[in-house]
């Protein structure tokens, strides 16, 4: 009996020393505790419990905002308009065909025209961006209709933008021109859509307001006298001494702008945004020249450094 150890020094005895794989079973499964993991099964039951009840009511409320926020929203119409939203009142100019994706930051149109390879990628380009213009192509053809010059569509019906041989040699059939060994290609111009904005055109009273072309002013006189000149204009030049020398002669096709018929865009069935082929007729060869593009209308303001209702791009031909 003297041999035996108190009840107080057996309470502090140490655990038994344990290898790992011998502690990472216990801890797996321990048959003395009954626990798994660390924990009994009531354990693991209340903590299961507990974030099912939290999870449900996280995604409850997750859901419920989305249903308040949907309930906001005008699949249609947007909510901030114009000024009110981030893209502003000022549209831009896009222009097609566009570089390949590999060097997307480029603006540059290089081709060679005797070369089958290189100007059928651009040809290629061209057929993808106006396949939509095809009323065949178009989901809603019934919408369209052939709209009289300055005249507003019929209700629910939004104007067709009709590619012809009118608009020859900026057609498919003529390759765009790109394969022509003298004349210069075809680059069709757009303006970027803004819901529900209004473009305020130019006539006698306002087109001395800004710093245009002598050419441009006496198309916009002329065509008030006709009462023609609810158009946004559209004018390409180079941009330094050197590019407006190797430019050459422009031909816009079907006409210099963009006619009142087209505005606004309200996210109609079926819209087309109205287009603008620019013909270059006899560029220089063998030399890089810089072009600008720009759209004229009372409430479009030009900024060059960041491409505020104009658009850049290079041109060469081998």
Sequence with gaps: MADKKPAESQFYTRPPQLGKWESLRVF????????????????????LFFYLIFYAVLTGFFVAMLVVFF??????????????????????????????????????IWYKHS????????QRELNKFLNHYNRSNNAHADKLEDCRQFQSPSPNKVCNVKIDQMWHP???????????????PCIFLKLNRIFNWIPEYFNSSTVDQVQMSPGL??????A?????????????EGENVADIEHIGPIRY???????????????????????????????KRGVLINI?????????????????????FELMID
């Design 28 to 47: 797996l499964w321990n048959s003395e505790t009954k626990q798994f993991l660390g924990r009994t099964g009531g354990s693991w039951a209340k903590i």
């Design 71 to 108: 309930q906001t929203l005008d699949y249609k119409t947007p909510k901030w308009q114009l000024d009110s939203s981030l893209i502003g009142s000022n549209p831009g100019l896009g222009f097609r065909p566009m570089p390949p994706e590999s060097n997307i930051e480029s603006t540059l």
């Design 115 to 122: 070369d089958k390879g290189n100007v059928q990628y651009w």
């Design 170 to 184: 900026c057609v498919k059939d003529a390759g765009y021109n790109y394969e022509s060994a003298e004349g210069g």
């Design 217 to 222: 002013k006496k198309e916009i006189l002329e």
């Design 224 to 236: 008030e006298s006709k009462n023609q000149h609810q158009v946004v204009w559209v004018s390409c």
């Design 253 to 283: 096709i079907p006409q210099k702008g963009f006619p009142s018929q087209f505005f606004p865009y309200k996210n109609q069935e079926g819209y087309l945004s109205p287009l603008v082929a620019v013909h270059f007729e006899k560029p």
């Design 292 to 312: 600008e593009c720009k759209a004229w209308a009372r409430n479009i303001i030009h900024d060059r450094v960041d491409r505020r209702g104009s658009v850049h």
